[in-house]
């Protein structure tokens, strides 16, 4: 297993104990000022090239795009960004109350082909090349449970590693509140990471915080007078209660943008997390 470590924003790695090498870094001009880190974003390229690719990728100015780290399927890295500078990853985005996550959060590009579009013939991406089926489901992306089923790759065992050891180095190093996905954040506008990833490396990166001065208070928000609460994750379901605004649930489980919530009184349903705030009760995020 590789071990990280990081020094003044700059990753670097031992794969021998002891032995350490900075992460292959290629500066863009596509980022922003410097930064205090509070999220973690996990994206992937939807794209053919490898880390070292998607980093040359980020150096043109005409992309005006940018990640701080860059994964490749054999879990080589590379860094294009300073873990302490904003790049320009996550644009418009909404997450704990907190608005355009470039300002805040460090930003892991997965190298991954995104959704697949399934022929009869096998998978195509949407640049037109045939993907091998190896390591590819078949599903709906969890934010739209009804919509179309696309071939997803799995990200591979060796991305699973980094995103899990690094991340767990990156969440100590900057104090993360919380480690999420670019569907999360922008859901309806993005569909990375999606069910390219096993979701739960989200809540072995969360659980690794062990912070008992986070407290998370989710409530109904975005609604005029209520927010209706259904018998399951769709506005298909019956209407089993209707939660007036200000309400405050505790989430028990997700399916993409369907959240099976609990209010204070113990009734449990289905809630579609657009329509809800979040309160951190947490000084990390508004320093």
Known sequence: MTDYKIEEGLVFEARTPGTWKQVDFFPTPNQGGLMRPKFLVIHYTAGATDAHGTAAYF??????????????????????????????????????????????????????PGPLTITKGGYKTWWGATWPADNVIEAPHQNNPSGPVYGWEMFTPEQNEVLLTLGKVIVDRFNIVEVVGH??????????????MNHRIYDQLNNSRADDNISFTWYVAKVNDYLNGRSGPGTNYSVVMQLPKGTELDIISKQGEWWFVENMTGQQMWVHSRFLGNKIADSRINK
């Not at 860059?70 to 320009?88: C, I, Y």
């Not at 569907?183 to 390219?196: E, F, H, V, Y």
């Open 59 to 112: 150096q043109k100015p005409e992309a005006k795009v940018s990640a701080h780290l860059n994964l490749s399927r054999d879990g080589t890295l590379t860094q294009s960004v300073s873990l302490e500078t904003k790049a320009w990853h996550a644009g418009k985005s909404t997450w704990a109350g907190v608005n355009n996550l470039n300002d805040c959060s460090i930003g892991i590009e997965v190298c991954n």
């Open 183 to 196: 569907d999360m954040i922008s859901p309806g506008r993005k569909t990375d990471p999606g069910p390219a």
